[in-house]
């Protein structure tokens, strides 16, 4: 069987970025992560000036995003984090989506640690980072980010990035 397109989502602080890509490495194929801020604004002149444009500033970003997801799929196999690429691309045979998750605890005292984030209440700031990518998958999406239902495999990251690839 050749390698498949690999599409990651994952919750904040599980690792799936690092696992994404150690998993591109060992299978030496690309890997591709780097994501804008995923959420909407509430802006009330900003959604007065989006309201003038023909499509708003997200729907028009996510376009292209998911132009490009597809550009690079066509390619040849790859590891793509985030970006709904998992929706994007749900057409293609040679697809596998993965959700990368964790115990909240787990993640909060990673986010702490590998991304040095000193907010007052830690587990409050990933659960706000959570809901901020279930806000824009979810919008974009025909799915809800997070139900194993929607991907191909599910993997608990607890054990590590080196288990988890």
Known sequence: MSIPVITISREYGSGGRAIGEKLAKELGIPFYNKE?????????LY????GAQQLPMNDQIFLI????????????PCVI??????????ER???????IHALLSFRAQR?????????????????KKDKKRAAFYNYFSQNKWGDARHYHLAISSVYGVDFAV
């Open 47 to 50: 959604g007065l000036y989006m």
């Open 81 to 90: 984090v985030g970006r709904c690429a998992d929706c994007v691309l749900r």
């Open 111 to 127: 986010a702490q640690k590998v991304y040095e984030k000193t907010a007052s209440n830690i587990e409050d700031f990933v659960k």
């Open 65 to 76: 995003q998911s132009k490009i997801s597809r550009e690079i799929a066509e390619k040849g």
């Open 36 to 44: 804008p801020e995923q959420q909407k604004s509430t802006s009330f």
């Open 93 to 99: 045979k040679d697809l596998l989506s993965v959700f």
